[in-house]
């Protein structure tokens, strides 16, 4: 039946992209129509914000301002999104640091390193730091341009078919993750075997054995139906993913000052009902997936943070600005003594 499913949403998302979907911006009739498209399915938290991003959107603008949502990765692959916004479609999709780093900013590539940050107050102090608005700019001469950076996408648990608890567990596992390479590092860094998948392919892939586990915030494990046929939750929050909205430069160049300032108050606006919906989303989440019988087990966090460590030495990040690590550390040291002082 998923399968079905799967099939059923490539055909529809190709469907989509031939009508033009994602196409210049429309603004026949003074109207701009936008396409956000990413991957999420209806229901998750990401997608009914997109929702209602698209809901706000159209009321504040005047319905000068249009936006149509694609769930499900229907308007293509995030990297195909991207593709569209250098080509001056009016599209936006979430992208969050690893992607950006793959994308040849490099330093990018730090902000979710495993264990980097021990609450969200950390990341959102990080990412609002004069340090990663530069790195942004730098997006910006590649094409790009950062909407809004505020949505919580979820704490990065590890869901596997067989009991982990230690980081020789994983050893030999394959555990699917973004491809992107700081994931597939942070998962070579704690001993696993990163395997590279699209969403849409991990039940089959759980199903017949290509892989042994994945990551991701509770409430996409259980909007993928995943605890079906893997049992095993490891709470070992590798990562805060924090996301930005983000459309394409030249798209937002295009728009007047007000339209952009609708856009990016909107954004910003949908990206804190998201956080809303994701914290009781993480709850409900839970409860779920031990209804469906599956065994949670809490990480030793220092034991795990110290077997990724190795990741700061990996060849791929050997092109980060000398000194990035304490460069970041300090910043975050920033935030500590803010919390102190409180």
């Not at 998302?13 to 196409?23: H, R």
């Not at 730090?110 to 959102?124: G, H, K």
């Not at 102090?125 to 950076?149: C, F, T």
Request: include cysteine.
């Amino acid at each position: 039946m998923r399968a079905k499913i799967c099939l059923l949403t490539a055909v529809l998302g190709a469907v989509l992209l031939s009508a033009g979907c994602g196409g210049k911006s429309d603004s026949t009739g003074g109207v701009i129509r936008i396409s956000i498209g990413q991957s999420n399915n209806p229901g998750e938290p990401f997608a009914e914000a997109a929702d209602y991003w698209a809901e706000i959107l159209e009321e504040e603008s005047g319905g000068t301002m249009v936006m149509t949502h694609y769930p499900s990765d229907q308007l293509g692959s995030k990297t195909d999104l991207f593709d569209q916004m250098i080509a001056g479609d009016a599209v936006i999709a979430p992208g969050s640091a690893p992607f950006f780093s793959d994308l040849g900013i490099a330093d990018f590539g730090i902000v979710q390193a495993p264990y980097l940050c021990a609450s969200w107050d950390e990341m959102e102090h990080l990412m609002d730091s004069s340090w990663y608005l530069n790195l942004e700019k730098q997006l910006e001469e590649k094409g790009y341009k950062v909407i809004a950076r505020n949505w919580k996408y979820g704490t990065r648990h590890t869901l596997t078919k067989h009991p982990v608890q230690h980081p020789g567990d994983l050893k030999g596992m394959k555990i699917r993750v973004p491809d992107s390479v700081p994931y597939v590092k942070t998962f070579e860094a704690i001993g696993a075997n990163p395997t590279p998948l699209s969403m849409n392919e991990v039940y089959p892939a759980l199903q017949q054995g290509t892989i042994d586990g994945l990551e991701n915030p509770l409430p996409t494990i259980v909007n993928g139906g995943w605890q079906e046929v893997a049992k095993y939750v490891l709470l070992d929050g590798h990562i805060l993913d924090m996301t930005s909205m983000v459309c394409g430069l030249d798209f937002w160049n295009s728009l007047t000052p007000e339209q952009q300032d609708i856009l990016q108050r909107t954004a910003e606006k949908a990206g804190e009902y998201q956080n809303q919906l994701m914290v009781k989303a993480e709850e409900d989440a839970r409860l779920r997936l031990e209804q469906a019988g599956v065994q949670f087990s809490e990480a030793d966090v220092d034991e795990f943070r110290k077997a990724a460590e190795v990741y700061y030495t990996y060849d791929e990040f050997k092109n980060w600005t000398p000194g990035l690590y304490d460069t970041v550390k300090a910043i975050l040291a920033e935030e500590e003594e803010d919390d102190s002082v409180e």
